[in-house]
Nanobody
């Protein structure tokens, strides 16, 4: 199983980035997909989740209205479109997968079936 996040980089406040996470080794279309982030010196934070079919999605209050999670089951890829970025969005962003939906927001790798390598996003002028 592999989850490989990409698309991170340096962006100015107010700018945009689109992260991608390519999945392999499991039936991607049967899993909820998530983004979780960890800022320097802080605990991990749930960011967003999307249903296996690409239907309902949900977000942390800190990113609601600015970030959009989506997926392409034909490409086994989940995306995170990040707009109106703020310095406090600086973090390593991880994608994760879980077969069964569980209400709530989870940030620990042990709470997911699969967890990938992260990509660093730095928001700074």
């Amino acid at each position: 199983v592999q989850l490989q996040a990409s698309g991170g980089g340096l962006v100015q406040p107010g700018g945009s980035l689109r992260l991608s996470c390519a999945a392999s080794g499991f039936t991607f279309s049967s899993y909820w997909m998530y983004w979780v982030r960890q800022a320097p010196g802080k605990e991990r934070e749930f960011v967003a989740g999307v249903r296996w079919s690409g239907g309902p999605s949900y977000y942390a209050d800190s990113v609601k209205g600015r970030f959009t999670i989506s997926r392409d089951n034909a490409e086994n890829t989940v995306y995170l479109q990040m707009d109106i970025l703020k310095p406090e969005d600086t973090a390593v962003y991880y994608c994760a997968a879980r077969r069964q939906f569980r209400p709530g927001s989870y940030s620990r790798p042990a709470e997911y079936d699969f967890w990938g390598r992260g990509t660093l996003v730095t928001v700074s002028s």
